[in-house]
């Protein structure tokens, strides 16, 4: 074969190299232009991305809040006692039918109460957690309101206006929050936020127990 058609063959070969090196370097570095994609993949679809905006909307926001009154599948919303703490109209006095009050729910309970409720209320409930306790500083040290607020303490639930309140007054209360305190129904499942506030209940009993309360045979390890 003649040299000149080898030495050909060889620089086409050796050029056929280059696309895919341009390719590599192309995409191996940041750009600041919309990528060539050759494969249409979900990167290209149309779609609003998160925190984008959406002229469709009075409000312009393409992530839609919940409607409201949606209610999860599989949910039983009529289940008032359940849901809402209702019954009959009423503050329910006991935990829901599906709940029964035992030693797993309280310990539930406290497990999930000293997660999401110790750090405003403190781990005995009687409102001294330590946001209280740093807001407290911030506070005393300042002129006026910090970052725009004043502190509004966490209540304590020991205070005689919580301890006469129906369980389903508490259940209430952590789903939808009161006054200062938000809700808690997006952070907690329905049957944790039972469990938190039997939970509470038995704190509150732990406040206000006498010598009578404890079975005589225990009294001796006090
Ligand atoms: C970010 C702080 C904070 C957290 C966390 C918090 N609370 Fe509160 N809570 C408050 C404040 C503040 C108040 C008093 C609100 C007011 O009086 O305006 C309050 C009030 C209460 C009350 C009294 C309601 C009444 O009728 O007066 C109960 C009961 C209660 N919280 C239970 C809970 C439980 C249970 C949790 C955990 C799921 C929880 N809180 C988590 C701040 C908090």
């Known amino acids: 074969m003649p040299r000149a058609i080898i030495f050909t063959l060889l620089i086409l070969s050796l050029m056929a190299l280059l696309p895919p090196v341009i390719a590599a370097n192309a995409r191996s570095k940041p750009d600041p232009n919309r ?37 999860a599948q599989g949910e039983n919303y009529l289940d008032t006692h359940f849901n809402d703490g209702v019954v009959d109209g009423q503050w329910a006095t006991s935990t829901p039918a599906q709940l029964p009050m035992d030693m797993k729910l309280l310990l539930r309970g406290q497990e999930r109460f000293n997660i999401y409720c110790t750090p405003c209320h403190g781990w005995s409930g009687g409102g001294d957690g330590t946001i209280n306790q740093r807001a407290l500083e911030l506070v005393a040290n300042a002129e006026g309101p910090v970052n725009g607020t004043v502190w509004v303490a966490a209540k304590s639930v020991h205070d005689a206006t919580v301890t006469i309140q129906p369980i389903g007054q508490l259940f209430n209360t952590v789903t939808n929050g009161v006054r200062n305190m938000a809700g808690y129904s997006s952070q907690i499942p ?33």
């Open 35 to 71: 990528p060539l994609n050759l494969i249409q993949d979900m990167d290209l679809q149309a779609k609003f991305k998160a925190q984008s905006e959406n002229d469709l909307f009075a409000d312009k926001r393409s992530q839609r809040p919940q409607i409201v009154g949606t209610v």
């Open 190 to 222: 329905i049957a944790d936020r039972w469990a938190i506030v039997s939970y509470l209940k038995a704190l509150q009993r732990s406040q206000n127990a006498s010598i009578a309360d404890v079975p005589t045979d225990k009294r001796g390890g006090l």
